[in-house]
């Protein structure tokens, strides 16, 4: 049976499409994905991420995470009111997750990863943190909600009056405690806005008062076209246990200096980085109308590759995909085979779509 988020009732009212979403019951949209998909390119739209797992550990747990992330949060150490992204890698440099981890302005680290490896990911840490005789505490009493687009500025402004100063003068990856609420100036859909967690209970209560301000809610699918035109990678599609940050594009995420932090995966990492990547992560721009899916098989001059996440992108009006091709195919166009019939595509570089505008 599907978990519940302190918004599910939300949601059903609103007559939401509800669907099963890595165990737990999530909206897929409201009616129109394209419709919510555009609101948040063009105004804002709210997002309920409750399914996601935050983790709060102590100042105390900065050598544990320096050993378990492939970033390294001492880039944090003299910068509270921030964050980094990192991936969380297996010996093999595989990747478990990608998440964020936050500096908090009173002290310690808050962490938000992915609803699909919430158990994993927790384990992970209590485990450390056991280790390290720190504690480790998962913080279910929280909502998480996203206010996504160009008008999330102005719309908390309206919500909260001259409270709302210090978050609109956050910059991106910054976050601040404005009382019972912790925003972080992050997201996932290639526009700016927020991402806010706060006691479940208060959660019912911000949503309609978003909504009324003029925020409409949006549901998984806007989500997933909107993070695919933003060219953001997908936990289990562009990276998973046997693909490493490297190959799925996400080496910036790597901190190889200093040289003596031996954080999990490093050896693998270095290996593969001294041996040469096989392969590249890749944006692709189909002709015609019929749209790629993971798992489908590209053509290149150099060998096959594979759509690691594809669909409609209603800012272009087409279809494009994310996909990993050998590192050899440096011409400008492939071949992606649908339904075993070839299809031309261009070869770009990602972000397709960034704060509105077609990049490609």
């Not at 996504?148 to 001259?162: F, H, I, K, S, T």
């Not at 699918?221 to 289990?236: K, P």
């Not at 070869?347 to 505008?357: L, N, T």
């Amino acid at each position: 049976m599907s978990q519940k988020t302190p918004l599910y009732d939300q949601h059903v009212a609103a007559g939401a499409r509800m669907v099963d979403f890595a165990g737990w019951a999530m909206p897929l949209h409201y009616g129109s994905q394209l419709a919510e998909h555009e609101r948040v390119r063009t105004g804002c739209g709210l997002f309920d991420v409750s399914h996601m797992l935050v983790t709060d550990l102590p100042a105390a747990a900065r050598g544990m995470l320096r050993t378990l992330l492939a970033n390294d949060v001492a880039k944090l150490d003299e910068r509270p009111g921030h964050a980094l992204y990192s991936c969380l890698l297996n010996p093999q440099g595989g990747v478990i997750d990608d998440l964020i981890v936050y500096h908090r302005e009173e002290g310690g680290y808050r962490i938000v990863s992915n609803a699909a490896t919430r158990e994993t990911v927790a384990e992970q840490l209590s485990v450390a943190a056991a280790r390290a005789g720190i504690a480790c505490q998962v913080r279910d009493d929280l909502a998480l909600i996203a206010v996504q687009g160009p008008q999330a500025v102005g719309l908390l402004e309206r919500c909260y009056g001259d409270a709302a100063a210090p978050l609109l003068a956050l910059k991106p990856f910054g976050c601040h405690q404005l009382g019972a609420l912790f925003c972080g100036r992050t997201g996932y859909t290639g526009e700016d806005g927020f991402e806010i967690a706060l006691p479940a209970e208060q959660a019912s209560e911000l949503w309609q008062r978003l909504q009324e301000l003029g925020a409409a809610p949006c549901g998984l699918g806007a989500r997933d076209s909107l993070r695919l035109e933003a060219g953001l990678n997908l936990n289990g599609n562009e990276m998973d246990e046997t693909i490493s940050p490297l190959e799925a594009g996400l080496g910036w995420t790597v901190a190889w200096e200093p040289s003596e932090r031996d954080f999990t995966g490093r050896a693998a990492l270095e290996q593969q980085r001294a041996q040469g990547l096989a392969c590249r992560l890749v944006g692709l721009v189909l002709d015609g109308r019929a749209p790629a899916r993971a798992g489908y098989l590209v053509q290149t001059e150099a060998g096959d590759g594979v759509v690691t996440s594809g669909g409609y992108a209603p800012t272009l009006g087409g279809p494009i995909a994310l996909a990993r091709i050998p590192r050899q195919a440096d011409e400008e166009t492939c071949q992606v085979v649908i339904r075993g019939r070839p299809v031309s595509a261009r070869i770009v570089r990602p972000p397709f779509v960034r704060h509105g505008r077609v990049r490609v």
